[in-house]
């Protein structure tokens, strides 16, 4: 009968040593018991069951210290593995600023860190599992909060300072006033809801860019009939060779006024359109007062005491002062002669050119003195 036992626990403990063979081989609580193991066999083929038995129970003892070695190698495995995820997350939590946008969050979480990394430290891996896996937990929430609108907030800004100081309001109210309640919103929302701070900001922007759209359009078309106009006067007068440097300032300006303004470049544009109707205007001063324009054309008038003809009306200063060349004014006007078998008779209304002799610069008509 004691055989027979003996038979079988040695069956029982054999099996089971077996399970752990592959994992614990290098355990020396494993060698231990497998060297009992062998001395088990030996004493039980030699017929010496009792030694036998006591050399299978020893055998157990090892093979479960073994065992227990290996869970606990497990466990701190396990634990281990988990530890090195969590200073992952925390790197994660770094890289993200967790530490400035979730203080609170960030504190306790190294608290209960350090917790878990004790517990890990005294062996007590349950424990430390337990403390990573929730860290792991709470880690799954964190996410990088939206930052700051700053960029939105400065383009905000730059509009609103522009439209205050070129006073553009008035060309769209009711945008400007919008723009200016989206602003508010959300300048006062940053740091609070970055990201609905970041929309009504950029609300604030399409608005303000309307009233400035708006008010360049506006502008441009008035400065474009502002421009067309006083170079019109400038070459009435001849201003191009009357007065080429300040006709010449004003085409360069005007140019570069284009230029900037097809670069979105307002300020620049504006200040050079108005230089250039300045020098417009300018030319068309110092061509009037360099006393060589003459004028183009002369309109015949109803004179009582001085009747206008051919002869008189070259005898103007204006014209050539010189009664003798009224021939070239008649030839260059005889189209107009109402009798053309009275080529000295001519009425009042007629417009005639006077043309030009060599150096003389004429442009536009005579304008009699107001009396």
Wanted: proline fraction near 5%; include cysteine.
């Amino acid at each position: 009968m004691k055989k027979i036992t003996v038979i079988v626990a040695l069956a029982l403990f054999f099996a089971c040593a077996g399970l752990y063979a592959q994992d614990l081989r290098n355990n020396p609580e494993y060698q231990k018991g497998m060297e009992a193991k062998a001395l088990a066999q030996r004493a039980f083929d030699e017929g010496d069951y009792v030694k036998s038995a006591e050399y299978s129970a020893s055998a157990q003892e090892y093979f479960q210290k073994a065992k227990d070695y290996a869970d606990l190698m497990a466990l701190r495995f396990a634990a281990h593995n988990l530890r090195n995820r969590v200073k992952d997350r925390f790197r994660y939590a770094d890289s993200i600023n967790a530490q400035k946008d979730y203080p609170d969050e960030y504190a306790a979480a190294l608290a209960d860190f350090q917790k878990a990394n004790d517990a890990f430290d005294a062996e007590d891996y349950p424990t430390s599992i337990a403390g990573y896996r929730a860290l792991l937990d709470m880690a799954r929430e964190l996410a990088p909060r939206t930052p700051e609108p700053t960029a939105e907030l400065a383009k905000a800004e730059s509009l609103r300072n522009d439209i205050a100081k070129y006073g553009l309001a008035n060309f769209r109210p009711a945008d400007a006033r919008r723009g200016d309640e989206a602003y508010n919103t959300g300048k006062g929302l940053i740091g609070r809801n970055n990201r609905q701070a970041r929309s009504s900001l950029n609300e604030a922007i399409k608005f303000y860019q309307a009233v400035i759209d708006d008010a360049i359009a506006t502008l441009t078309a008035k400065r474009t009939a502002e421009l067309v106009e006083a170079k019109k006067r400038a070459d009435e007068v001849n201003a191009k060779i009357l007065a080429p440097d300040s006709y010449n300032k004003a085409q360069q300006k005007e140019r570069s006024a284009e230029s900037n303004l097809a670069g979105k470049k307002w300020y620049e544009a504006w200040t050079d359109s108005e230089d250039a109707l300045a020098a417009y205007r300018m030319s068309y001063d110092t061509a009037l007062a360099s006393g060589k324009l003459k004028p183009e054309f002369y309109t015949v008038r109803l004179i009582p005491e001085r009747r206008d003809c051919f002869w008189y009306i070259a005898e103007y200063d204006f014209v050539y002062g010189d009664p003798h060349k009224w021939r070239i004014l008649r030839e260059a006007n005889k189209h107009l002669i109402p009798d053309p078998k009275n080529p000295s008779l001519i009425e009042p209304g007629l417009r005639f050119r006077i043309p030009s002799l060599e150096g003389e610069i004429r442009s536009g008509d005579y304008q009699p003195p107001k009396r």
